[in-house]
């Protein structure tokens, strides 16, 4: 019995390995063509963040896209973590950081003046050039550190193994507000907070996703919102879908939410139209 199940389900591992494989060489491959040439198959999306005391956007984040001519629409979650496995990553935040300082200068020249959320991951923050490098070029463009903040994922900094920490605080010092990502996902032990120079947890999506109907997530949404203020920091729901969500978050206290309720993440062109069109929006009594 043992003979004949083996052969069978080793062709079967060995196909599914191929297909994974070539996805992954093909990927790497054009991802890196694409940013050899600043390929329009890639871009930047912003999405709002509302301030639940003031119900006014003054901040928004921005998402990589990325619609490959070869391989058609390949999402960040998918493509992110395949760059820093290849050695990419650096190259993708030098993309990303070129482009969202450009967008966040046209952004303030349409009276836009929002804070942008860029995402890095740890391999940037270790890049000691990298924070020089974003110093030179909001100089250039006459920008100032207020205007861009940076998202790093909280499985990134749960042990500071690397010297991340210090690498941050520099950041900080910079003047640039930083936030832990898919914060609650990530941790083993809370201690590391203590030690971390951050300004803001933003709750993971799969907390909020449901929070106007889930018992459980509504006990952890309110726990992390104590906590964040506890430790003095600022905290932020991403995720909120629903009018029933974003009506809890701001009773309990939250600082600021994001999600598809507001906007989904849009072309800079499309954000700016939204700003204008919501800027007397009460997002509470819609
Ligand atoms: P993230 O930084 O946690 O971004 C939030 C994700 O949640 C985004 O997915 C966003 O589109 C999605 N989202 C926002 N509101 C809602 C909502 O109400 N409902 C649902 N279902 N989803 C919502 P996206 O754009 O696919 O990005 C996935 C992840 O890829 C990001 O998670 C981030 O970790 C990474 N990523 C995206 N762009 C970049 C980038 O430029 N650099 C780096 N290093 N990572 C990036
Ligand atoms: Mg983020
Ligand atoms: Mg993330
Ligand atoms: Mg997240």
Redesign the pocket.
């Known amino acids: 019995d043992h003979a004949r199940h083996l052969p069978t389900h080793r062709v079967h591992y060995s196909a599914n390995f191929d297909a994974e494989y070539t996805r992954r060489i093909s990927i790497i491959t054009e991802l890196k063509l694409a940013l050899s040439k600043d390929s329009p198959e890639l871009s930047?999306?912003y999405?709002p963040k509302l301030d639940l005391t003031t119900n006014t956007v003054s901040h928004a984040?921005?998402?990589?896209?990325w619609n490959s001519e070869k391989l058609g629409f390949v999402?960040?979650?998918e493509f992110?973590l395949i760059a820093e496995q290849a050695g990419l990553?650096g190259a993708?935040?030098e993309w990303?950081i070129k482009r969202a300082i450009n967008d966040t200068k046209n952004l303030l020249q349409s009276d836009v003046d929002v804070c942008v959320a860029?995402?890095?991951?740890a391999k940037?923050i270790l890049n000691k050039t990298l924070l020089s490098d974003i110093k030179s070029q909001i100089v250039q463009a006459g920008l100032t550190a207020s205007q861009l903040a940076f998202?790093i994922?909280e499985s990134d900094l749960v042990s500071d193994a690397e010297g991340v920490y210090s690498e941050l605080a520099l950041y900080r010092d910079a003047g640039f507000a930083l936030a832990i990502?898919?914060f609650g996902t990530g941790y083993s032990s809370l201690s590391y907070l203590k030690s971390l120079p951050v300004n803001e947890l933003?709750i993971?999506?799969s907390f909020v996703?449901n929070l106007d109907k889930n018992q459980s997530d509504q006990q952890i949404v309110k726990t992390i919102i104590d906590l964040a203020h506890n430790f003095d920091l600022k905290v932020i729901a991403?995720?909120?879908?629903t009018q029933g969500s974003l009506a809890l978050l701001q009773k309990w206290g939250c600082n600021y939410a994001?999600?598809?309720?507001l906007s989904?993440?849009v072309p800079v062109e499309s954000f700016i139209q939204w700003y204008k069109d919501n800027i007397n929006t009460d997002w509470f009594s819609l």
Not at 118 to 121: C, G, P, Q, T, W
Not at 238 to 241: C, F, L, Q, S, T
Not at 258 to 261: D, F
């Open positions: 930047l999306v999405q984040e921005a998402l990589m896209r999402g960040p979650d992110i990553i993708v935040t990303v860029i995402n890095l991951s940037d998202e994922t990502d898919d933003k993971d999506k996703l991403e995720g909120v879908e994001q999600g598809y309720l989904r993440p």
